[in-house]
């Protein structure tokens, strides 16, 4: 770099010790500094004399040449200390709900491209996890669990209500939410959060609490449960999208459903967040916005509407289920 050849010229006052210094020969140091001069038009320096030294130009570019080198210097010490931060374990905490490829193949790309960085993921439905900050970063569907938190939304999930063909069968269709007390619930349980359910009667939101069948932490227990016909389930579109479309399940009660949860990164506020944890962020952020708001979505509310509008035998409408 014709720029440091230049800058070891006038610190050395010599062209052999400033070759010396940089690790090539005094020709190279002369022919960087002469393309320099020739770029520029104009002499740095003065070799008429008998020690080497600048010129009035010269010692002008001299200064400004230490201020740009010293900054690159500060650049990359910078980037080096930032780059070794990018190591090390990130405990990520995610919900069996969002256990799916959106999220999946986002984690694995992001432990891919950083070879250094391990991650440590466990599946966990518990707010009590959330809130002892037992993880570095938890993708959480639902409300932020509380202000010790820091959440960012990176997209939202509806949900639907649905069961099997063969439960609505024998057990009646429900056409409306005041009828789901006389079914089977099957309960996705958080905590305490679980034991009802939140749809809207009207323009308003109310809780629905409803006989219950089965309960679990596991999306996909309940989503097999529902296809063996043992009740009803509510669940985010983009869970149950397939089984409505190949008829396993049938969409109940559209004009029902909840408004849409929030999908977040969240993370303790309590710990200042390293490098390596905000890059996950902003990586998650970056690759999954929206990507489960718009999963299937048009598919799941065609399905809806077809449930919605399917007959029912009218001598099994309303019936109380088997126990």
Known sequence: ??????????????????????????????????????????????????RVG???????????CLSILEAIEEANHQIASWNSGLRGTIVVCVSSSLCVPAVTRS????????????????????????????FDIAIRNGQSVDSSMAARVIGHSTHTLCASPAYLEMNGTPTSADMLKDHEGLMHARGHVGTYWLLRDGAQLRSFRIPERM???????????????????QLPDYLVADALRNGALVA???????PPDPISLVYPVSRKASQKVRLLVEYLAERMQGALSQDTRADVSAEAADGCDAPTKPEKQGLSPKR
């Open 1 to 50: 770099m014709g720029m440091t050849a230049f800058v070891a010229v006038v610190g050395a006052s010599s062209f052999t010790r400033a070759a010396q210094s940089l690790g090539v020969s005094k020709s190279v140091v002369s022919r960087r500094i002469s393309g320099i001069e020739s770029r520029i038009g104009m002499r740095l320096i003065d070799r008429s004399s008998a």
């Open 54 to 64: 600048p010129t009035e130009a010269g010692s002008a570019y001299y200064l400004k």
């Open 107 to 134: 984690i694995a790309e992001f432990a891919r491209a950083y070879s250094d960085i391990k991650l440590k993921v466990d599946i966990e439905e518990r707010d009590s996890s959330v809130r002892e900050a037992r």
């Open 215 to 233: 309960r679990s932490e596991c999306v996909f227990h309940l989503i097999e449960a529902a296809k063996a016909d043992l009740g009803i389930v």
């Open 252 to 258: 109940l009660l559209p004009q029902c459903s909840p």
